[in-house]
């Protein structure tokens, strides 16, 4: 496993990392095992930005024997209310959260302590005066956390980050999707010469790229295989599927990029992005697949993140879309998918339509109105 300089951090991280979000659905011994076993592939860093009690955890106890082998990212701003995420700047809800982080992941630090998602200017605005950014430099200036970094969507707002200069890497959702520019009729001259230049990418975000390389900020990506809908031409923005070689290798041939954190529920996942390493240049050749891909536009879609919580209705809203989807891609409903959808605690038809979730999506998923949808498909 090769591994990148994190920047100004000067952690050296693999080129492949682990997102744990996906941890929770397994047992709790099935996703320690997991953990070891990417260990042993030469993985070496991990993203914690979940608030459950039971994913710190396996996180904890997976590496407590090799702590001083990982880079943990832990994040600042995400806690747990009332067995829900809530992601908030509240220091009543903070700090507790994020001790809690740092007593189940062990060791009494952590290596990146990552300003939690901001996405919007008016967070950016309040969270970096106050009592959020003051405890953030407290845990860096004692050693709490060993690094600052910062999570975020919004290239607008990644820059203003970069540009602190105290904020020292950021955790940036990246795949060829989120990248492409979003008008254009003419996709083969759009990604000609992609590799050499950013042209075809938009332009904002690839100011952001150059900016991260030109102040040694460190990017490490989430989201890059787009929750999975990358794999098949169906659901593929692009009308095309791609490989995670292909897509690892997108997301490290952008400028300032150290580390892609995928999401694995298989030692063959792990396997299949670990294969990077050793393909061909073949292999990850991405810009074939995109230059011949008729093109979709990709906002709306649901990526599974889970940022749309809490539902006052207590409707797992990531779980109903993912369900909404596994099953309008079939001619009728399979029944695995309907009982896997009945055993929510609530289903779609419990959604009053109060688009709270919509305000919190990064992705513009128009929830109330697909819930609805979700709701007539399934009946309930
Ligand atoms: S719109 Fe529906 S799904 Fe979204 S938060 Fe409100 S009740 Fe929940
Ligand atoms: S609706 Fe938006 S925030 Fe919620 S899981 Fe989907 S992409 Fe994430």
């Not at 593929?236 to 990029?257: D, E, K």
Request: hydrophobic residues 40%.
């Amino acid at each position: 496993m090769k591994t990148r300089r994190l920047g100004k951090t000067e952690l050296m991280v693999s080129e492949i990392g682990f997102g744990g979000e996906w941890l929770e659905r397994h047992p709790e011994q099935e996703a320690i095992d997991l953990i070891r076993y990417a260990e042993k592939q030469g993985i070496n860093i991990i993203d914690c930005w979940m608030p459950d009690p039971k994913s710190r955890d396996i996180i904890g106890k997976a590496i407590a024997d090799s702590r001083d082998k990982w880079y943990v990212q832990g994040h600042i701003g995400s806690t747990w209310q009332d067995g829900q995420y809530v992601r908030t700047r509240d220091m009543r809800h903070v700090k507790p959260a994020f001790e809690d982080l740092l007593r189940r992941i062990g060791g009494g630090y952590i290596d990146l302590g990552m300003i939690h998602y901001i996405d919007t200017q008016e967070d950016w605005n309040s969270s970096m005066n106050g009592p959020f950014i003051d405890y953030v430099r407290h845990l860096r200036d004692t050693g709490v956390i060993r690094h600052i970094g910062m999570s975020t969507h919004n290239p607008r707002i990644a820059k203003m980050a970069v540009e602190t200069g105290f904020i020292e890497m950021i955790l940036f959702s990246i795949n060829p999707a989120f990248d492409m520019k979003p008008a254009s009729d003419d996709l083969t001259a759009m990604f000609a010469d992609y590799d050499a230049s950013l042209s075809g990418i938009d332009p904002e975000r690839a100011s952001l790229y150059r900016l991260c390389e030109e102040k040694d900020v460190g990017i490490t990506v989430m989201k890059g295989f787009f929750g999975g809908r990358l794999f098949d031409a169906a659901t593929s923005p692009f009308g095309a599927a791609f490989t995670p070689v292909q897509l690892i290798h997108y997301g490290l041939t952008r400028p300032g990029v150290c580390s892609i954190l995928c999401g694995y529920d298989t030692p063959a996942q792990i396997d299949a992005a670990v294969a990077y390493e050793t393909a061909t240049d073949d292999e990850r050749d991405y810009a074939s697949v995109i230059a011949h891909a008729p093109l979709h536009a990709y906002r709306g879609q649901c990526t599974y993140c889970g940022h749309c919580a809490p539902c006052p209705m207590e409707i797992d809203i990531a779980m109903v879309n993912k369900f909404y989807d596994l099953a309008v891609q079939q001619p009728a409903v399979p029944d695995s998918v309907r009982q896997h959808y009945l055993a929510l605690g609530a289903t779609a038809s419990a959604c009053i339509g109060c688009q709270g979730c919509e305000e919190r999506c990064p992705f513009g998923v128009p929830v109330a109105e697909r819930m609805v949808k979700t709701a007539e498909l399934f009946g309930c």
